[in-house]
């Protein structure tokens, strides 16, 4: 009997566990803050003492969830490729984070892969406005 009890213990815990986990990694909505598309130089060769470099392009995504603010970087496979035109400052995007990863849904459903290469805290609301006390008559 104790034994049976041992074991309903850890297969709930575990199946506890489980959940959370499966939350925590579950889709989530931000709001993007910044979309920018750059590109990262490297050198190919030298001729002489001259670098000769290539641009590859990749964009760069903030997405702020809760209080934090999620930048990740993404390749794309082709020069041509672009990403959604909804993608703008303000918008709402369905988030789903992995340890080092975001994918960030579509409006077609598929995910896009972005490499996390930093977060921070999100900047803190503005103030509201003072409201003047009423003027008595």
């Not at 959940?19 to 002489?48: M, P």
């Not at 995910?111 to 006390?133: G, Q, S």
Request: aromatic share 10%; hydrophobic share 40%.
């Amino acid at each position: 009997m104790h034994r049976d009890f041992i074991t309903r213990f850890f297969l709930l815990f575990f199946l506890l566990v489980s959940a959370c986990r499966a939350a925590e990694n579950g889709d989530v909505t931000g709001r993007i803050v910044d979309v920018q598309q750059k590109v990262h130089t490297r050198v190919l060769y030298y001729v002489v003492d001259t670098p000769i470099t290539r641009d590859d392009p990749y964009f760069e995504v903030s997405v702020q969830i809760k209080d934090k603010v999620y930048t990740g970087e993404h390749t794309p496979r082709h020069v041509a490729d672009t990403l959604p035109a909804d993608w703008k400052a303000e918008a709402e995007v369905r988030v789903r984070l992995e340890k080092h990863t975001m994918f960030l849904k579509r409006p077609n459903g598929e995910e896009m892969e972005f490499i996390i290469t930093r977060h921070t805290a999100a900047p803190a609301p503005p103030p509201l406005p003072a409201r003047a006390a009423p003027i008595p008559k």
